[in-house]
């Protein structure tokens, strides 16, 4: 079977937590894109602390550790938040603008890679025997096909959890890496 890509996220620095399943209170969060690739997160937090007391930085890397270009910034406070998407999107970073949004709910994971000849059926099937908590499962299907020709996935997918997806991320880099054949 096929594995899912999925960003790996790098170590929380010291006094970060490391239990993604606690509850993060929503709004607290901020997803910062166009950062250089070259970029430390002492960098983004020298930014950022000047919102507020920031709890959590995750620099996204790529499956060889390289960053990706964005970064999520959680802060104590809503308020904090919002001032950093009022005041920060739009500013120059090591000569990059950068852009600063609230994050949206990260309850949703996107599996790529997928077997392209799974159903949909047949893919639900697999996610529940290993996620009972899902909420809703949509494979991707390619459209205009032939009459005839069997319908295909396009390889990829979103899975919607019923509580925060983070918290699935290191149980599903397990479960991935143990389906590979």
């Known amino acids: 079977m096929s594995t899912s890509t999925i960003a790996q996220m790098s170590q929380p620095s010291k006094g970060q937590s490391t239990d993604h399943k606690e509850n993060v209170a929503k709004g607290t969060e901020v997803f910062v ?15 950022f602390s000047a919102c507020g007391e920031i709890v959590e930085i995750r620099m996204i890397k790529d499956p060889k550790g ?11 406070t809503k308020e904090a938040a919002s001032r950093a998407v009022r005041e920060k999107s739009g500013t120059m970073l090591d000569g990059k603008k950068i852009g600063v949004l609230p994050s949206s709910e990260q309850d949703t994971l996107y ?11 047949e893919f639900e099937r697999i996610v529940l025997q290993v996620f ?21 996935n396009r390889g990829f997918a979103f899975v919607k959890f019923c509580s925060h997806a983070v918290s699935f991320l290191y149980i599903l880099l397990f479960v991935l890496f143990s389906w590979k054949s």
């Open 33 to 47: 894109g166009g950062l250089p690739r070259s970029i430390s997160e002492e960098k983004v937090k020298e930014l």
């Open 66 to 76: 390289n960053l990706k270009g964005f970064c999520f910034v959680r802060f104590a």
């Open 111 to 121: 599996f790529g890679n997928l077997n392209k000849a799974w159903s949909a059926e």
């Open 132 to 152: 009972p908590d899902v909420e809703s499962i949509d494979l991707v299907m390619l459209k205009n096909i032939s009459s005839g020709q069997k319908q295909r």
